[in-house]
């Protein structure tokens, strides 16, 4: 008897499913999905990545019609995006490298990183080992005295190795708790500019065996799919840590970091919104997604 | 690294067959790896789209002509279109009849604004123009500093008034200073800013108001992506602007952005900055910049790298000993230290015609790695050696396999592959003769 009924009961299921599978099934129109993955290209998430995301969407069987797929994208692209990576710099002392190709605004970035760390009550120290751009090194000395921070400097053309190394140093003998150096800006193509980086990095590596290093690879919010080939040979030449979106204050979307963080599995860990001082934060990838797609009202 | 349009369009194109007139589906499958082509290059997606659909009204109904294949010459009708579209009208500065013909360089935050006044102070004076720069950027710590030692690295005068804070001002007052001194341009570096910044933009707008430039060139980084449109949609309708230069040219990005920007603004690209060196700053060459966006392969950029990375004189000096076979290990080393120097090997790759789709595979057979081997192991040699490669013997070969961290099959192998060379260029030397070209003796393991 309870069979029955059992069996009775799916029947109706099974009725009901069917009716509302016809509901839902009014297949998502084409019109959505090429809507969904021109707002990706729009925003550099780049072709292939767009592609694999909707691939992903059009395999879920829960995104059935256009309310749920919005949703269904969002959880896709939070996944290819990962936890938030906060950075990682204890227990001091610890070194941060600054890089990046021309113009992303690496130096602007120290100053602010600089300020947001001071205010935590940490004592930094800059290194000016931009030692080719003319006047790059007065700029952080700039925001050093902004800041209220220590700087180390060496005259322009001065070896770059030679001054991170001269920082490590005086980070060692005045009790510093986080070490940035300024990198000059480098086209990811020219070879011997990646050299004289990795020779940098081997004096870090060296100096601060067993530290704390990060290695930030700052991309300008506005670049579109050249920035992933900048991280992927940033990446190989120095083992790039993380990534700074800088200049998100703009109307560009910097959806290149989801592509970057598909292929190449580097996290974004801070991102620029401004010009002041506090125009620094911890990247939060929700609402990164959501300045991507904002929720349908 | 990018799919290049040749090489995904090469199949398509031994798929359709030779008929009489383009039809809509020939057609229609060639735009669509066309499309993604200018995707991938950072071409906004409206343009894109707007373009494709442009050719395909030109395109369907053409008659196909005999030497093409109808994907061939549906590329070409776009090819051909956007070199047409980049070629613009207006091609140079426009000079003012009575000097001093002001020019307002704009942009955005790192489009290279500042190196890109010092460049055009040297072209102009290259010229015999006296141009004056002017340091308006009061707001980035230590951007007037800059301009003042570019300025002095090309031996242009810079005008800044220390402690202004009003950047119209200093413009206003370059101006004078301008007509005192008899300078016959006056270059304004404006600051940087951010094109929905508001404030800012009115700002620069003013700015015009004020000093009345002949041009307003915009600054463009090529590594833009799609917020091109809307970042030069605004300068244009905020600001107004006559032409565009072009900066980082001398990456890998496929410059898409160039595109959107001319046609979105309706004004052409006066010229492009490539490298550090103030002296990079080169006219546009509109077919260069259409072949690069498509990404069908840039050989005259190709060669120009070539030329500016290899002496003239250690070239002519190679083709000597090239000629009377005495070509030697030290000769090859420095072969390989040229070809280094041009780049990494798969963008190297990416610009020759043919093999731009097939980079990715290429860079495996041509890493960069197996050229620092073949170095170590040149390196590792005695001069004698390297002047006469037959002293090798088997303890040598030990030794310099042990001195460069190689294996003696490595050392071997590369001893093999330079007799094979010697062969080869005494028999492209015969070739030559008989009015044939040659090619590039090296085979790559």
Do not use: Y
């Not at chain 2, 001069?383 to 040598?396: F, T, V």
């Amino acid at each position: 008897m309870f069979d029955r009924l059992r069996a009775g009961l799916a029947r109706t299921r099974e009725a009901f499913t069917a009716r509302l599978d016809q509901v839902l099934a009014q297949p998502l129109s084409r019109a959505v999905f090429d809507e969904l993955e021109a707002a990706l290209i729009e925003a550099d998430v780049g072709v292939p990545t767009a592609s694999a995301i909707l691939d992903r969407l059009r395999a879920r069987r829960d995104v059935r019609d256009a309310r749920s797929v919005r949703g269904a994208l969002r959880e896709i692209i939070l996944e290819l995006l990962g936890e938030a990576a906060p950075l990682r710099i204890d227990p001091p002392p610890a070194a941060i490298i600054m890089l990046g190709v021309n113009g992303v605004g690496k130096t602007t970035t120290i100053g602010k990183l600089a300020h947001h760390l001071s205010r935590q009550g940490k004592r930094v120290l800059l290194a000016a080992a931009d030692t080719f751009r003319a006047a790059a090194i007065d700029q952080l000395a700039i925001w050093a005295q902004r800041v209220g921070c220590e700087i180390v400097r060496h005259a322009p053309g001065a070896d770059p190795a030679a001054v991170v190394f001269d920082a490590i140093a005086a980070l060692r003998a005045r009790a510093i708790d986080v070490l940035i150096a300024d990198t000059a800006g480098r086209l990811h193509t020219k070879v011997n500019l990646m050299e004289e980086l990795k020779k940098i990095n081997r004096v870090v590596a060296r100096e601060m065996a067993d530290r704390p290093v990060e290695r930030l690879l700052v991309l300008d919010a506005s670049t579109g799919q050249n920035a992933i080939a900048q991280a992927r040979t940033f990446k190989d030449a120095v083992e790039v840590t993380g990534l700074v979106l800088a200049k998100l204050d703009g109307t560009a979307k910097g959806g290149v970091v989801i592509a970057i963080a598909h292929e190449l599995a580097i996290p974004v860990k801070l991102i620029g919104t401004g010009e002041t001082l506090d125009d620094l934060q911890p990247f939060d990838p929700r609402q990164f997604v959501d300045a991507l797609l904002p929720p349908t009202p | 690294m990018f799919e290049a349009l040749q090489g995904r369009l090469q199949t398509i194109i031994t798929q359709l067959t030779g008929r009489g007139v383009l039809s809509e589906a020939d057609v229609d499958v060639v735009l669509r790896e066309v499309r993604l082509a200018l995707l991938e290059a950072d071409v906004n997606f409206k343009v894109a789209k707007a373009f494709v659909d442009r050719i395909k009204a030109a395109a369907v109904g053409q008659q196909v002509t005999k030497h093409l294949a109808p994907g061939q010459q549906v590329v070409k009708l776009v090819h051909e279109e956007l070199v047409r579209l980049l070629g613009g009208t207006a091609r140079d500065l426009r000079f003012a009849d009575r000097p001093p013909t002001i020019i307002l360089l704009v942009g955005v935050h790192g489009a290279g604004k500042t190196t890109t006044a010092a460049k055009l102070a040297a072209r102009l004076k290259r010229r015999g123009r006296q141009p004056l720069l002017v340091a308006t950027d009061l707001r980035r710590p230590a951007a007037v500093t800059q301009l003042q030692v570019v300025g002095e690295q090309v031996g242009a005068p810079v005008f800044s008034q220390p402690g202004a804070t009003d950047p119209i001002a200093v413009a206003r007052a370059s101006l004078r200073d301008a007509e005192r001194a008899g300078h016959d341009v006056v270059l304004i570096d404006a600051a940087g800013r951010q094109h929905a910044d508001d404030e800012l933009m009115t700002e620069l707008r003013a700015m015009r108001e004020a000093v009345q430039p002949h041009n307003v060139v915009l600054v463009v980084d090529a590594m833009t992506g799609q917020d091109a449109t809307a970042m030069a949609g605004r300068f244009q309708a905020v600001v107004g602007i006559d032409g565009l230069i072009v900066t980082k040219l001398d990456g890998d990005a496929r410059g898409g952005a160039v595109l959107s920007v001319v046609e979105v603004t309706g004004r052409p690209v006066l010229f492009v900055g490539t490298g550090e060196k103030l002296d990079g700053l080169e006219p546009f060459h509109p077919d260069r910049m259409a072949s690069r966006i498509l990404g069908m392969g840039d050989v005259l950029t190709l060669i120009e790298k070539a030329e500016e990375t290899i002496d003239a004189e250690a070239a002519a000096e190679m083709e000597r000993k090239l000629r009377r076979a005495e070509f030697t290990l030290d000769d090859f080393r420095e072969q390989l230290r040229s070809v280094r120097k041009m780049g990494p090997l798969d963008s190297l790759i990416g610009m020759i015609p043919g093999l731009a789709g097939r980079a990715a595979g290429l860079a495996g057979a041509v890493d960069e790695r197996s050229l620092g081997r073949v170095e170590a192991i040149i390196n590792s040699m005695t001069p004698d050696e390297r002047a006469r490669p037959d002293i090798i013997d088997g303890s040598r070969r030990r030794r310099i396999a042990r001195g460069s961290g190689t294996s003696i099959q490595d050392v071997n192998r590369l001893l093999k592959q330079f007799e094979e060379a010697k062969k080869l260029i005494k028999r492209v030397g015969e070739f030559e003769r008989k009015g044939k070209r040659g090619k590039f003796p090296f085979r790559l393991q």
